[in-house]
């Protein structure tokens, strides 16, 4: 089994509550949900970091945005508003290393972010 956590869920080896699927992108539920909308957008190609996406990964990059702008009009937020996160490394509190965004609605949010 591929040590990655996200890698398993793509290949279904671990559960997800699954959203959204296509060709290059998988959405499911955050485990530990950090408002009433806490949706997590990936690729499904093994991208550790944003740092690391390349010039040939823009399409990607711009589908998991367009993704999440779909799932939050489907979860009725685009309205009241949301916030999309991408965590890289350390001092953002990455703890998952497979490219992924945070889909967070449902509430209100501080800015700056703590
Ligand atoms: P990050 O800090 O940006 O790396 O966020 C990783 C996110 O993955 C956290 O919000 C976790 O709650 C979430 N997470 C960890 N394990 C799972 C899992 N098995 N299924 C769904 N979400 C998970
Ligand atoms: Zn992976």
């Keep these: 089994m ?3 956590l996200f890698c398993n869920i793509i290949d ?6 699954i959203v959204y699927s296509d060709k290059n ?3 499911f539920e955050d485990i530990k949900p950090q408002a009433p909308v806490h949706l ?4 499904k190609k093994h991208i550790e970091r944003v740092s690391e996406a390349r010039k040939d990964d823009a399409i990607l990059m711009g589908e998991l945005c367009l993704v999440a702008a779909k799932l939050a009009r489907e979860k009725g937020i685009e309205s009241s508003g949301y916030r999309l996160v991408i965590n890289c490394n350390k001092d953002a509190g990455q703890i998952v290393f ?3 965004m945070h889909l967070l609605g449902g509430r209100s949010f501080n800015w ?3």
């Design 25 to 27: 992108i998988l959405a």
């Design 12 to 17: 279904g080896k671990i559960g997800a509550k």
């Design 2 to 4: 591929n040590d990655c």
């Design 98 to 100: 497979h490219l992924h």
């Design 112 to 114: 700056p972010p703590g």
């Design 40 to 43: 997590l957008i990936i690729t």
